[in-house]
Nanobody, 116 residues
Framework: QVLLVESGGGLVQPGGSLRLSCAASVMLFSIDNWGWYRQAPGKQRELVAELTTATSTTNYADSVKDRFTVLRDSAKKTLYLQMNSLKPEDTAVYYC?????????WGQGTQVTVSS
């Protein structure tokens, strides 16, 4: 089953922007939490941002705060990650996560590479 479909990754120069998207299947109803995570080579997967749907509140990692923004389209059941002022340190595979009734679902990941 394909329940989360990510897209939008690519190669950009430092200072550039990308918008990632994560489209959730309608089978994933009543999503309690959305999240964006990333994993760089040799590193642990880390939280980038998380959205609690009940309160529409978003928490960002310090490393991306003020540069990244989570956007949500409830009608399309899609979560976006707008990434601005990208740095080489942002290079990683980015994963979408959705929590439904305490069960976590993950997207396939999309590669973001920031280099000159």
């Amino acid at each position: 089953q394909v329940l989360l479909v990510e897209s939008g990754g690519g190669l950009v120069q430092p200072g550039g922007s990308l918008r990632l998207s994560c489209a959730a299947s309608v089978m994933l109803f009543s999503i309690d939490n959305w999240g964006w995570y990333r994993q760089a080579p040799g590193k642990q997967r880390e939280l980038v941002a998380e959205l609690t749907t009940a309160t529409s509140t978003t928490n960002y990692a310090d490393s991306v705060k003020d540069r990244f923004t989570v956007l949500r389209d409830s009608a399309k059941k899609t979560l976006y990650l707008q990434m601005n002022s990208l740095k080489p340190e942002d290079t990683a595979v980015y994963y979408c996560n959705a929590v439904v009734s305490r069960r976590s679902y993950w997207g396939q990941g999309t590669q973001v590479t920031v280099s000159s």
